[in-house]
């Protein structure tokens, strides 16, 4: 039992492993492959572009905050007291804070604009060359079914030729042709012998009352009475 079993998971190993060895089963695992990198690249180009439009509402926010310290700023140096000159010191410190923060984001999106626009052209090509590698691998596969089909032809042929058809085909046409020769003789000795003998007696008897009846007709006639067997005229 234990044999048996051993045997049968060493067979489905073996399956698996031709499957894993088949060329076609390997293709198609590289265009499913292929396939499911389209979405990812797709998804580079949607973070990329993500970064930037993140950066761009931060300068937003930050352009409008700094646009309000400024007025507040302002508006506390117009009022000219200890204690606006006190709070528009402390503005001044978060405005200055918030113009660095600015550039910094201005660079950066700059940087990220720059990035998207690389990735586009970047993954485009990849998408391009992903494509023609998807239909390289399409026409590989079909490539290998039809060469599959052939070459099954081919063995289909030479096992036709290794069986030897034709020599068979022969042997049974002469076991056909004995069958046949046997059923003719087992007639001949069906209708048997002696009526054969009975057959050709009564031929005989009417070739010789045939040839009697030509002899009166001659003789009636005054012509020369021919013999009977050689056809030559008597004397």
């Not at 090509?125 to 992903?130: A, D, H, I, N």
């Not at 290998?144 to 030897?164: M, S």
């Not at 009526?195 to 040839?211: F, G, S, T, W, Y």
């Amino acid at each position: 039992m234990l044999g048996r079993v051993t045997r049968l998971l060493k067979s489905w190993l073996g399956y698996f492993i031709s499957l894993a060895e088949d060329p076609e089963v390997m293709l198609q695992q590289a265009v499913e492959e292929m396939r499911n990198t389209l979405p990812r690249l797709n998804q580079i180009l949607v973070s990329t572009r993500a970064t930037v439009l993140k950066l761009e509402s931060d300068v937003r926010r930050l352009e409008s905050q700094e646009h309000r310290l400024v007025q507040s700023i302002q508006h506390a140096l117009r009022d000219g007291s200890a204690d606006s000159l006190s709070i528009a010191e402390d503005e001044a410190g978060t405005l200055e804070q918030v113009r660095e923060d600015l550039e910094q984001t201005r660079e950066e999106i700059e940087a990220a604009g720059h990035a998207h626009e690389n990735a586009l052209v970047s993954i485009d090509e990849m998408k391009r060359r992903l494509r023609e590698r998807i239909q390289l691998a399409q026409r590989a596969v079909e490539e290998h079914r039809r060469a599959k089909v052939v070459g099954e032809a081919a063995a289909a042929l030479t096992q036709l030729d290794a069986n030897d058809t034709g020599a068979t085909t022969d042997k049974y046409l002469d076991q056909v042709r004995q069958k046949s020769a046997e059923a003719k003789a087992a007639m001949e000795m069906a209708v048997g012998t002696s009526d054969l003998k009975k057959i050709q007696a009564e031929r005989n008897v009417r070739k010789a009352r045939a040839q009697s009846l030509l002899r009166e007709m001659e003789q009636e006639m005054g012509l020369p009475v021919r013999k009977a067997i050689t056809g030559e005229s008597e004397e």
